[in-house]
């Protein structure tokens, strides 16, 4: 569990292919990402992995083939970087949302514009995912806990401050670039929870 409040960007520092799969190295120089031992999860741009191993400067996760082809972790080259939390523990603060690190579908960047001291970005949703979003609920773009402005057909904005631009990756994206996302917990168990009562 997460909470979509970013401590720190890595980078991709390797790629290694297994079997089918990859297993990526990332470079957390200059990232506190407090005590993480193997076997605990970690988020990258959203994803949630479990750390595998560890050097002096980061830490290895295996990525999975499903993992791969639904994510955006599969587009990433080496050098890419990347947004970090650590898995959230009892007593830490929620200063976002709860987050599962389960990505629910890839969206695209549609368009960013200064917005005073901020950026207003549009991004496109799976039509899938489009039932899931509210008008000041909340959204996860790339591991980022944000809040969506508003929704057009399956198209939705967020404002980005300039912290979060200052201490994310979401300054790099660019129109056209393929984003994680998502959504609401609440949405999600609330939609079961209608089904089965019918």
């Known amino acids: 569990m997460f909470t979509g409040i970013i401590r720190g960007v890595g980078r991709i520092a390797e790629q290694e292919i297994r079997d089918g799969d990859v297993r990526l190295h990332i470079d957390t120089r200059g ?3 407090g005590t993480i031992g ?33 994510t955006t972790l599969g587009d990433r080259a080496v050098g890419a970087r990347v947004n970090l939390e650590p898995a959230l523990r009892a007593g830490d603060p929620l ?18 514009q200064a917005d005073a001291r901020s950026w207003r970005v549009w991004y496109r949703a799976p039509t899938d995912l489009t039932r899931y979003l509210a008008r000041k609920g909340s959204i996860t773009v790339d591991g980022v806990s944000l809040t969506v402005n508003g929704i057009d057909g399956d198209v939705f ?4 401050v300039p912290h ?16 994680n996302l998502e ?3 609440v949405a999600r168990y609330l939609e079961r929870l209608l089904e089965v009562r019918g």
Do not use: K
């Open 164 to 179: 979060t631009v200052d201490c994310t990756n979401l300054g790099d994206r660019a129109p056209g670039d393929r984003v």
């Open 31 to 33: 990232v506190d990402l």
């Open 95 to 112: 200063g976002g949302h709860l987050v599962s690190g389960h990505v629910d579908g890839m969206g695209t960047l549609l368009d960013r």
């Open 183 to 185: 959504i609401d917990q």
């Open 38 to 70: 193997l076997g605990d999860s970690i988020a990258v741009d959203g994803v949630c992995l479990t750390a595998t191993g560890f050097s002096a400067t980061g830490f290895s996760a295996d990525v999975s083939r499903e993992t791969l082809a639904l």
């Open 157 to 160: 904005d967020v404002n980005l």
